[in-house]
């Protein structure tokens, strides 16, 4: 059974960085795709950004380019989601999501239905 577990949310001041982590288990963490979404109260899920099984490729949200990196250490089975340049209106729970698509595509999903499993999630809450 698939599980992934989020850490690293917090209250920070605006401008200020924090760093969110996903600790996978009970799957081939190495050729997974993973994804972090967020999703206010009330709101549908929003793409957040996304990283291939290699590394090779990322996606982000136009909202969020420049200001947040996503990695990913697969001897550790873990994603990493670094947040800098933190804004209020990014204040929200976040959630990494994971799937397995061909090795061989460099798709990366941006749809949160697209991805079977997910974490318990996150809150992350950006003051002025």
């Known amino acids: 059974q698939v599980r992934l577990v989020e850490s690293g949310g917090g209250l920070v001041q605006a401008g200020g960085s924090l760093r969110l982590s996903c600790a996978a288990s009970?799957?081939?963490?190495?050729?997974?795709?993973m994804a972090w979404f967020r999703q206010a109260p009330g709101k549908e899920r929003e793409f957040v950004a996304a990283i291939r099984w290699s590394s090779e490729n990322t996606e982000y949200a136009d909202s969020v380019k420049g200001r947040f990196n996503i990695s990913r250490d697969n001897a550790k089975n873990t994603m990493y989601h670094q947040m800098n340049s933190l804004r209020p209106e990014d204040t929200t729970f976040y959630y990494c999501?994971?799937?397995?698509?061909?090795?061989?595509?460099?798709?990366?999903?941006?749809?949160?239905?697209?991805?079977?499993?997910w974490g318990q999630g996150t809150q992350v809450t950006v003051s002025s």
């Open positions: 999501a994971a799937d397995w698509f061909s090795r061989h595509t460099a798709y990366l999903p941006k749809n949160h239905y697209e991805y079977l499993y």
């Open positions: 009970g799957g081939t963490f190495s050729s997974s795709t």
